[in-house]
């Protein structure tokens, strides 16, 4: 079974590439961020016709997530626990957007489906902006209302198998950051506090994407050649609590896929998992033999 997460940058402009690469890699489960559509706008039958359906979660041009799947999905959430809005008040008819416990609207940046027994979150997180921008402290309070729910979850079940995949806009690591117009104490990304907060999940979840392929980006901006540079960064993850950990089998960050014609400056991040965390109601439809 392979899931993955990819911010795919406009899923309007790229239906084409992200379908086809889906069909070609023998995709079952796709986290999409940066949709950037309504669920009007959204180009479902190229998917279904792939044999693919979906769950969106898209307010306008911005933001905005999915989830597709070859598999039945459930418990479907467009929000989590104590996730703040960013913006003005909410007013009049913008009420049917949703507020956060902060009284600010609530933006299209995650939802969660149940796909056998996993729990899967496609997860757009705050880009903050600069470090004196009121982005940051929202991202920051952003993905601590993210800690505390995901806490509440393993409290409530220990053993789920549990993945928050996507856009995550942390470089962790000193490794992770090859763009030289970020630096530590002038850049969002890299700063102590978000280095922190990405830090403060472990014990919860874990990149298991990491053991496997320890070096490599994920996102190069289009801006000053930076993919012909590799002067790209790794801030897209798949984050899986420890049974979700123990079930996976490979893993690989899909870089040809920041080459050739209009491509997302994001690439897929792709997990192999064992497939019997589809569930026994999905033994007769998933017959393919595991990778290792």
């Not at 693919?52 to 459930?74: F, P």
């Not at 913008?94 to 902060?102: D, L, R, T």
């Not at 990491?210 to 980006?217: D, F, H, L, Q």
Request: proline share 7%.
């Amino acid at each position: 079974m392979r899931i993955a997460t990819w911010n795919v940058n406009s899923i309007r402009t790229r239906f084409g590439r992200v379908v086809d690469w889906l069909v070609r890699e023998d995709i079952d489960v796709l986290a999409m961020q940066e949709i950037k559509c309504r669920p009007d706008q959204f180009p479902l039958e190229a998917f279904e016709q792939a044999g693919y359906q979906v769950e969106i979660h898209g307010l306008n041009q911005w933001n905005g997530v999915a989830i597709a799947s070859r598999h039945e999905m459930t418990d479907v959430a467009r929000s989590f626990p104590g996730m703040p809005g960013f913006g003005k008040p909410i007013k009049g008819q913008e009420a049917v957007q949703g507020e956060g416990p902060n009284g600010l609207p609530l933006e299209a940046r995650a939802i969660g489906v149940t796909v056998g027994d996993l729990r899967l979150w496609s997860l757009y997180v705050p880009n903050g902006r600069a470090l004196d921008d009121p982005h940051l402290a929202y991202k920051l309070d952003w993905l601590t209302a993210l800690r505390t729910s995901t806490e509440a979850w393993l409290d409530e079940d220990p053993d789920l198998p549990l993945a928050l995949m996507g856009d995550w806009n942390i470089a962790p690591l000193e490794g992770d950051m090859g763009d030289p117009s970020f630096a530590v104490g002038r850049s969002t990304h890299v700063s102590p506090e978000e280095r922190s907060m990405f830090a403060s999940f472990e014990g919860l979840v874990e990149d298991v994407v990491r053991p496997i392929v320890p070096e490599g980006y994920t996102f190069w901006d289009y801006k000053a050649g930076r993919f012909p540079k590799d002067e790209g960064m790794r801030i897209d993850f798949i984050m899986g609590s420890r049974a979700f950990a123990d079930a996976v089998t490979g893993a690989s960050i899909e870089r040809e896929e920041r080459k050739g014609d209009s491509p997302s400056d994001h690439v897929p991040v792709v997990a192999d998992i064992d497939p019997s965390l589809l569930g026994d109601t999905f033994e007769d439809e998933y017959d393919r033999p595991m990778v290792f």
